[in-house]
């Protein structure tokens, strides 16, 4: 098929199908590696007859678009999905390069509507902000923090507000990018201010609006207030099961929708004392959520295959595995119920404060005490008293999110001999196997 008006999209549907797993493929994406490189071959030869790299502005606006069969855009469109799929396996040389070129033919005031028309989104500009989590993950932060604000002030001022899966997907590589580099005042307001009126009812991304705007709230460094956990978050949090088509495609840029429903877990449940019901559930889902997500950045083979969703997971899933310990203590140790003071009334201070502002406790409801009867226990709680006695636990800890983390520097997804990739394989299966211990002992107990 040699007319672009079929063939490109084609191209852009199978290829959106590869990256969200639909169309299942190895370890390596080889298949998607050809359809790639097969996208740019023919939209290249499309536009062979013009000289794309050394077209001035002039050129392309006064000469190129008066000739019908010019089809310049189809080929900026190829070079992001080729820039983009190097991105993420690592080669980000080889991303940088096509990046580049596509940037230098590519048009904003003209092309977006001409690629929205043609693509139902503007990939050219998504690229660009994808662009943000290569420097990421080649450890340059403050250059991608500038990426994200050259995003922020010329990209999505114009991006077309009707297209809200491409619109998202720039969102998320803000968030990426600002939310977990001490940014999340700014990130939250650019999120609340440029999604449209209505997203939740969105076929594809709507389900996952309400759970963003309560993890830009509560997650660490957030300067909003936050302290009486409501009932309402906690259903939403126990409720949220992100789709596998998007979870697996924001997975590919850097961000799993998994590890956004147990990080969700993780800051509410923080909130809660220990031995509560609720607190319980929520840590509980936060470790199913996190090791899906882990599950879903690494390779068959053990290795790593998304770096920067992976390590985005690996310190959500190791505090909730922290806050399981506490629980399993806990349930081990103390044998009251510190939701109902000594002469029977009620501690508010654990309570889940609803919309209609009526108070429901944490589903403890009768005292521990009364349900079990220890003979002969001389054990010693981890404050040193016994086990009967009540134990005292710090308040929730913070993480200094003013701390720049790096990611995986110069690290390819599927490099053979990586020894880094190793260990942080290792690395990971080892975090991942508390959590099942924890259960399993959770439920012996």
């Given at each position: 098929m040699k007319d672009a008006s079929i063939v490109f999209p084609i191209y852009n549907l199978v290829g959106?199908?590869?990256?969200?797993?639909?169309?299942?493929q190895d370890d390596q994406c080889s298949l998607e590696s050809?359809?790639?490189?097969k996208y740019v071959q023919e939209a290249q030869t499309q536009v062979s007859n013009v000289h794309i790299r050394t077209l001035s502005?002039?050129?392309?606006?006064?000469?190129?678009?008066?000739?019908?069969?010019?089809?310049?855009?189809?080929?900026?469109?190829?070079l992001a999905y080729l820039a983009e799929y190097k991105g993420r396996i690592g080669s980000h040389e080889e991303a940088f390069e096509y990046f580049n070129i596509m940037k230098s033919i590519y048009v904003p005031e003209v092309h977006q509507k001409l690629l929205s028309k043609a693509y139902a989104m503007d990939k050219c500009a998504i690229c660009i902000a994808i662009s943000a989590l290569w420097?990421?993950?080649?450890?340059?932060?403050?250059r991608a923090i500038e990426q994200c604000e050259y995003i922020i002030n010329e990209i999505l001022p114009s991006y077309d507000k009707t297209d809200v899966i491409g619109l998202y997907t720039i969102l998320l590589a803000l968030i990426r990018v600002l939310k977990f580099n001490g940014h999340v005042d700014k990130v939250r307001d650019v999120y609340n201010t440029v999604v449209p009126s209505g997203i939740e009812n969105h076929f594809a991304v709507g389900h996952l609006h309400k759970p963003m705007q309560l993890l830009l709230k509560i997650c660490d460094g957030s300067s909003e207030q936050y302290s009486t956990v409501q009932f309402s978050d906690v259903e939403l949090a126990l409720n949220f099961d992100p789709a596998d088509m998007p979870d697996k495609n924001f997975t590919c840029d850097g961000f799993s929708m998994k590890s956004m429903s147990a990080e969700i877990c993780l800051h509410l449940s923080r909130r809660i004392?220990?031995?509560?019901?609720?607190?319980?559930?929520?840590v509980d889902r936060g470790i199913e959520q996190s090791?899906?997500?882990?599950?879903?950045?690494?390779?068959?083979?053990?290795?790593?295959?998304?770096?920067?969703?992976?390590?985005?997971n690996k310190e959500i899933q190791i505090r909730l595995i922290e806050l399981k310990r506490e629980d399993t203590t806990v349930s081990r140790t103390v044998i009251y119920d510190n939701n109902v003071h000594i002469d029977g009334t009620l501690n508010s201070s654990n309570c889940i404060t609803t919309t209609e502002g009526s108070q429901k406790t944490l589903k403890r409801g009768v005292s521990i005490a009364n349900r079990f009867v220890v003979k002969g226990d001389t054990s010693k709680g981890s404050n040193g008293s016994s086990s009967g006695a009540p134990s005292s636990f710090s308040a929730p800890y913070h993480v200094d999110t003013t701390k720049k983390k790096v990611a995986f520097s110069h690290l390819s997804s599927f490099e053979s001999h990586g020894s880094r990739h190793s260990e942080n394989s290792q690395s990971s299966a080892?975090?991942?196997?508390?959590?099942?211990d924890i259960s399993h002992n959770s439920q012996l107990s």
């Amino acid at each position: 098929m040699k007319d672009a008006s079929i063939v490109f999209p084609i191209y852009n549907l199978v290829g959106a199908q590869l990256k969200g797993g639909v169309i299942e493929q190895d370890d390596q994406c080889s298949l998607e590696s050809d359809l790639a490189e097969k996208y740019v071959q023919e939209a290249q030869t499309q536009v062979s007859n013009v000289h794309i790299r050394t077209l001035s502005y002039h050129i392309l606006l006064t000469h190129t678009f008066c000739q019908p069969n010019y089809q310049v855009f189809h080929y900026a469109r190829a070079l992001a999905y080729l820039a983009e799929y190097k991105g993420r396996i690592g080669s980000h040389e080889e991303a940088f390069e096509y990046f580049n070129i596509m940037k230098s033919i590519y048009v904003p005031e003209v092309h977006q509507k001409l690629l929205s028309k043609a693509y139902a989104m503007d990939k050219c500009a998504i690229c660009i902000a994808i662009s943000a989590l290569w420097h990421l993950q080649k450890g340059d932060i403050d250059r991608a923090i500038e990426q994200c604000e050259y995003i922020i002030n010329e990209i999505l001022p114009s991006y077309d507000k009707t297209d809200v899966i491409g619109l998202y997907t720039i969102l998320l590589a803000l968030i990426r990018v600002l939310k977990f580099n001490g940014h999340v005042d700014k990130v939250r307001d650019v999120y609340n201010t440029v999604v449209p009126s209505g997203i939740e009812n969105h076929f594809a991304v709507g389900h996952l609006h309400k759970p963003m705007q309560l993890l830009l709230k509560i997650c660490d460094g957030s300067s909003e207030q936050y302290s009486t956990v409501q009932f309402s978050d906690v259903e939403l949090a126990l409720n949220f099961d992100p789709a596998d088509m998007p979870d697996k495609n924001f997975t590919c840029d850097g961000f799993s929708m998994k590890s956004m429903s147990a990080e969700i877990c993780l800051h509410l449940s923080r909130r809660i004392a220990p031995g509560n019901a609720e607190r319980e559930r929520l840590v509980d889902r936060g470790i199913e959520q996190s090791n899906i997500a882990n599950e879903r950045v690494t390779a068959s083979n053990g290795m790593i295959k998304h770096i920067l969703a992976y390590e985005g997971n690996k310190e959500i899933q190791i505090r909730l595995i922290e806050l399981k310990r506490e629980d399993t203590t806990v349930s081990r140790t103390v044998i009251y119920d510190n939701n109902v003071h000594i002469d029977g009334t009620l501690n508010s201070s654990n309570c889940i404060t609803t919309t209609e502002g009526s108070q429901k406790t944490l589903k403890r409801g009768v005292s521990i005490a009364n349900r079990f009867v220890v003979k002969g226990d001389t054990s010693k709680g981890s404050n040193g008293s016994s086990s009967g006695a009540p134990s005292s636990f710090s308040a929730p800890y913070h993480v200094d999110t003013t701390k720049k983390k790096v990611a995986f520097s110069h690290l390819s997804s599927f490099e053979s001999h990586g020894s880094r990739h190793s260990e942080n394989s290792q690395s990971s299966a080892h975090e991942s196997a508390p959590a099942e211990d924890i259960s399993h002992n959770s439920q012996l107990s």
